[in-house]
């Protein structure tokens, strides 16, 4: 049950782009990362590719006007679902912290 649980408190610090240091603090469920650890360790298996995509995006540079394109097909449809997003200043903070993540 979630009342025997561990839950943790962790803070996250990481360096703007204009490199001012800043902190996220967030409660984790130790039981739920375990679980997460089991379903990343599936995905990537079966998507070794994207993670290798992955890898290569938080080890490369993501600068200001970086655009971003996503697409979604869902079987059994024609209709594919597309999007972009050109990166500004305000997203590299984002960014690097999940960058930072990535790395630990």
């Known amino acids: 049950s979630e009342d025997q649980d ?6 996250i610090q990481a360096s703007s782009p204009s490199g001012m240091p800043f902190f996220r603090r967030f409660t984790v469920n130790f039981s739920d990362m375990m679980k997460m650890k089991g379903a990343w360790d599936k995905f990537s298996s079966s998507h070794p590719q ?7 995006m938080a080890s490369s ?9 996503l697409s979604v097909q869902r079987p059994g449809e024609e209709k594919e679902v597309r999007t972009s997003i050109a990166i500004n200043e305000s997203d590299l903070e984002l960014i690097e912290l999940l960058k930072s993540m990535a790395r630990k």
């Open 50 to 56: 994207f993670v290798r995509f992955l890898s290569y």
């Open 61 to 69: 540079p993501v600068t200001e006007g970086t655009v971003f394109r």
């Open 6 to 11: 561990e839950l943790y408190q962790i803070i």
